[in-house]
């Protein structure tokens, strides 16, 4: 698999500390309890997005009051050390001072203005000075947005209605891409979706992640008819997942072959597992990419970007229309910009590399020690691991993991004061605010809960 993606075979060694019995205190979440039951009869679920639910973990959701640095605080005042980082955007930590300061200001001045704002152009300069695929960029406010607005741009330049996607990549809720799409469909057992016409799929084609005789395959099949090729070069809707070696590299090669698009979906990866994303991380250029996520800084934001040529058939300089009232709005562009700046200081993904690795390995080494089968690993301030033997390529084989018994985990977790993502198919966030205590901690939490459930 992938750089860092791997437990070396030499064991880490645990903190002195992990030796110790590891207290477990009942966890009161009594209020929590009483705001989700009154959030049922208001929301579908009672949650605004379906993972949050707690379904696969088993239990009721932890209702969150505040967070700062690498900390949430529940409303029962239970504190956690963070994993999520509201799915990925707090890569500096929450509620960064320099970003929450900048935020001020900027409200001083409004909210919205649905106009040019010179933030766009220069959060826009940030973003295409740093990914290597990005020539122009148009920004949305979301990452389902972004995906929504790049599948029409493949079409419209290639002429072309089909794509790939690959199983269990997630490129957002549109009906084109509920297919296969793992995460949080696969966390709750549905179907991709009730409601997703067949005629809207029926240009959707699917090949298992990291095979490139399936890719070949459907490029003999289709002829002519592939607009592109659409992946998280490096999967986290289906757990955390590497790319092998050649593979990003053979997509390239097959896509320029059939005068298809690349399109790295890097919604997830990009700024965080390396300032330029996985395209710079893997030195493999795509022709088109969208993003989100770390550059709002925690703010709704997404967007696409690629070769100016490919950009130049967006409305209004050509006739591929998309539009967006918040699209652009100066809160979203002025903590984008901060985080950015924040990101670029000497050592940062460094640091993020070297605190991720220790806590990746630490996990293994505490899943080894309870007798536990796992498979997991890394990339800079990306991890994630399954309760099954690895490695894991695929979506198809990530479902080997024992989603029960991670249940379990989760749960203890949070009674040692960890959260993670409720779900055994979604990967964890580190950030710079995280802590060698935190990490020492968190392992020690790990060891004790695995051994609990064992």
């Not at 001045?109 to 766009?120: D, I, Y």
């Not at 100066?330 to 690795?357: C, F, N, V």
Request: proline share 6%; aromatic share 8%.
């Amino acid at each position: 698999m992938g750089d860092g993606s791997v437990l070396p075979s030499a064991d880490p060694v645990l903190p002195a500390s992990s030796t110790a019995p590891v207290s477990t205190p009942v966890l009161n979440t009594t209020r929590s309890q009483e705001i989700f039951t009154a959030a049922q009869k208001l929301m579908p679920g009672g949650v605004s997005s379906p993972v949050r639910a707690f379904k696969s973990v088993g239990g009721q959701p932890i209702v969150f009051d505040h967070v700062n640095g690498a900390y949430a605080w529940d409303v029962d005042g239970n504190r956690y050390i963070d994993y999520i980082g509201s799915w990925g955007p707090a890569i500096c930590g929450h509620a960064h001072p320099e970003v929450i300061a900048a935020l001020h200001a900027a409200l001083d001045k409004g909210t919205s203005f649905g106009a040019p704002c010179v933030l766009e152009n220069q959060l826009a300069e940030l973003v295409i000075a740093a990914v290597p695929s990005i020539e122009m960029v148009r920004f949305v406010n979301s990452g389902t947005e972004a995906c929504m607005s790049v599948l029409r741009l493949m079409r419209a330049f290639t002429g072309r209605e089909k794509i790939i996607k690959f199983e269990g990549c997630y490129h957002g809720h549109a009906d084109m891409f509920l297919v296969k799409a793992g995460s949080g469909v696969a966390t709750l057992g549905l179907p991709d979706s009730p409601g997703v016409p067949r005629s809207t799929t029926a240009s959707t084609l699917t090949a298992p992640y990291n095979d490139l005789e399936a890719v070949k395959q459907l490029f003999a099949e289709n002829g002519g008819e592939i607009a592109g090729v659409i992946l998280e070069p490096v999967v986290g809707n289906a757990g955390f997942i590497t790319p092998e070696a050649g593979f990003l590299e053979g997509l390239r090669e097959i896509t320029r072959e059939h005068g298809a698009l690349l399109v790295f979906d890097e919604v997830m990866t990009g700024f965080r597992i390396s300032y330029g994303g996985a395209q710079a991380r893997f030195g493999i250029t795509p022709d088109l990419t969208t993003m989100g996520k770390v550059i709002g800084g925690g703010l709704p934001v997404g967007a696409y970007g690629g070769r100016a040529d490919i950009m130049a058939m967006v409305a209004p300089a050509g006739p591929m229309y998309q539009a967006g009232t918040l699209s652009g709005n100066p809160l979203a562009m002025t903590a984008g910009i901060k985080t950015l700046e924040l990101l670029k200081q000497p050592g940062s993904y460094e640091r993020l590399d070297t605190i991720t690795k220790r806590l990746s390995e630490g996990i293994g080494l505490a899943a080894r020690a309870a007798g536990l089968p796992y498979s997991g690993g890394s990339i800079s301030a990306m991890f994630g691991f399954f309760l099954c033997e690895g490695p894991v390529r695929n979506f198809e084989e990530a479902k080997a993991t024992d989603s029960v018994r991670f249940g379990k985990l989760h749960r203890a977790m949070l009674e040692r004061g960890v959260y993670l993502a409720p779900s055994s198919f979604e990967a964890g966030f580190t950030s710079l605010a995280h802590s060698d205590a935190d990490i020492d901690a968190t392992i020690e939490a790990f060891r004790g809960a695995f051994a609990e459930i064992a």
